[in-house]
Structures are given as structure tokens and as C-alpha cells.
């Protein structure tokens, strides 16, 4: 079940701030307040989808096409235009990275890796 008291949700509301990058009428981005790289955002759609797949089977084609606008729009600002990541968590229970706040949101990361992701990273490939 959704909650609408989450630190996304109120960011959408203006209940709290964020450094924003792009907005349309379905999605945002902004800067994640703690980066792994040297770029690292965030795309969140403005409905109610606690996941990815929540977001996949029940937000409208037209909620999708202006979430991935936003995202394209997002990596066009940034100037992202290869070698980058993006991360989606899924459960409490994700193998890698948990999920923590349960509104789906997409991560865009590029460039240099700062250290604690440097650590993340080299763990999960020994």
C-alpha cells in the first residue's frame, strides 16, 4: 500500500526541497542529496507507484511517455550521452540495493564513482 508520507511524495508536494533539475506535468528530477558519482539524479513520476513494476501495470501510456520524457530531458541537461547507470530498487528485501523509500524513482548515475560506491561496487564482483 502506497504511502503518501513519504520523503518523494512530499518533495512533489513542495513540502520539501529539492535541487531540480527537470519537470513536466507527470515526472521530476532532481539531484539525489547524496551522489555515488559525480552525476547522480533522480527521476520520479508524480502518481502513486510504490515500484517499477506497480509503475509498468498500472500508470496510463500517457503517465509512462512523460516519465521517460522526463528522463531523456534529465540526461540531456546533465549531458549524459553514454557510459552511465540506472538503478531501480525493488523490496526490503532487494539482493543488491535495498529499497528504501517506496515511491518508484529511477537513479541516473555518470561519471566518477565516489568511494562508498567504489566499495559497493567492488564487493559485488569479487
Aim: hydrophobic share 45%; with cysteine; glycine share 4%.
Amino acid at each position: 500500500m502506497y504511502n503518501s508520507d513519504n520523503v518523494f511524495a512530499k518533495i512533489i508536494r513542495g513540502e520539501i526541497p529539492c535541487n531540480k533539475i527537470y519537470e513536466n506535468d507527470y515526472a521530476m528530477s532532481f539531484h539525489d542529496i547524496e551522489p555515488m558519482c559525480a552525476t547522480h539524479a533522480l527521476i520520479i513520476p508524480k502518481g502513486e507507484y510504490e515500484n517499477v513494476l506497480d509503475f509498468v501495470q498500472r500508470a496510463p501510456a500517457a503517465v509512462q511517455a512523460g516519465f521517460w520524457e522526463c528522463f531523456a530531458k534529465t540526461a540531456e541537461i546533465l549531458g549524459v550521452t553514454a557510459d552511465f547507470n540506472i538503478l531501480a530498487n525493488a523490496g526490503v528485501d532487494a539482493p543488491l540495493f535495498k529499497q528504501s523509500v517506496f515511491h518508484f524513482h529511477l537513479h541516473l548515475m555518470a561519471g566518477d564513482r565516489h568511494d562508498e560506491l567504489r566499495e559497493m561496487v567492488k564487493c559485488l564482483c569479487e
